[in-house]
């Protein structure tokens, strides 16, 4: 638990907070004091937590929906933000998902673009309409999500989606050296393998088992394990001599 004061009076913003990573790192950035736009995904689904309910009743969260792939789905985030907030802290790009597992030869051209649009070019999308609103901003962070795939090459049907991740990872290194005399650091995070939606949609339980026995921790990782490596990334306090990097979060499932 980071002090409750720890980004007070900060503008964060979350893509694909609706669930999992983003919805617990989210929460844990209210937890510490901030102003939080939440991204929730391509729609609501259901009625929101107790504790968003909170915040969304004291004007603290704002939530925004919009498909990342439809045309003007990145716009409908920068008009929010500009709405909301006259600069922007702290930009978590984490919407994504694996769309499915596709064998490399019945790959189609649509499957393709679906996974390349949503984990690669909605990214620099997103970056590159805050890009204005976070130079505004006295020293600003960016944290990316990636993948442990973007360097294992991840499990078969998934290596698009792993390319993609690879893509941000690299991306974000540049974007590190560009960024860094606006005072802007860019960050990753890599998560492992996360007992969210994601893997309830494209693993098994007999392949999530034989994961975590190869785990060091000897156990599968939670978004709640992933949202602090988030908060530390974003902290100027914390980190403000880190950027560039990419922080794993796997319980030991790959070192190197
Ligand atoms: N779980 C893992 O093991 C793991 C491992 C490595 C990396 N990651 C990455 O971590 C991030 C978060 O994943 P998670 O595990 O928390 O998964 P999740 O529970 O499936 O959440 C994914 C989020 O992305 C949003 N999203 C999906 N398609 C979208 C679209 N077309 N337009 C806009 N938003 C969309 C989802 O909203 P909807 O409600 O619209 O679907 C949801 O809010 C992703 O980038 C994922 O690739 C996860």
Redesign the pocket.
């Known amino acids: 638990m980071f002090h409750p004061a720890l980004f007070k009076g900060a503008n964060v913003v979350v ?9 617990e790192t989210a929460r844990q950035f209210l937890d510490c004091g901030a102003h939080v736009l939440l ?5 609501a ?1 259901g009625p929101l937590p107790d504790f968003l309910e909170a915040a969304v009743a004291e004007a603290r969260a704002h939530i925004v ?5 439809v045309e003007g ?1 990145i716009g409908a985030i920068l008009q929010r933000v500009d709405s909301l907030f006259p600069h922007v802290d702290v930009l978590i790009n ?5 769309v499915g597992r596709f064998p490399a030869a019945e790959l189609t051209d649509e499957q393709y673009e679906t996974i390349v649009r ?2 690669q070019t ?1 990214v620099v999308e997103v970056t590159r309409a805050l890009l204005p609103s976070l130079r505004r901003a006295p020293s600003a962070a960016i944290v990316n ?5 973007a360097l294992t090459g991840g499990s078969p049907g998934s290596a698009i ?1 792993s390319a993609t ?1 690879a893509f941000v990872s690299t991306y974000s290194k540049g974007l590190a050296r560009e960024l860094a005399p606006d005072g802007i650091r860019v960050n990753c995070v ?10 309830s ?1 494209y693993s098994s339980a007999e392949k999530l088992e034989a994961t975590r026995k190869t785990i060091p921790l000897q156990r599968l ?1 939670t ?1 709640e394990d992933c949202a602090p490596a988030y908060l530390f990334l974003a902290s100027k306090a914390l980190s403000g001599y880190i950027t560039g990097q990419v922080l794993e979060v796997n319980g030991g499932q790959l070192i190197c």
Not at 16 to 21: H, K, L, S, V, Y
Not at 145 to 149: F, H, K, L, P, R
Not at 190 to 199: A, E, M, V, Y
């Open positions: 893509t694909g907070a609706g669930r999992g990573i983003g919805l991204h929730g995904g391509r729609a689904s929906y919009s498909d990342f792939l789905g984490n919407a994504g998902t694996m949503l984990n909605s999500t990636v993948s442990i795939s989606y991740k890599s998560p492992g393998t996360i007992t969210t939606d994601f893997h949609r990782g978004a």
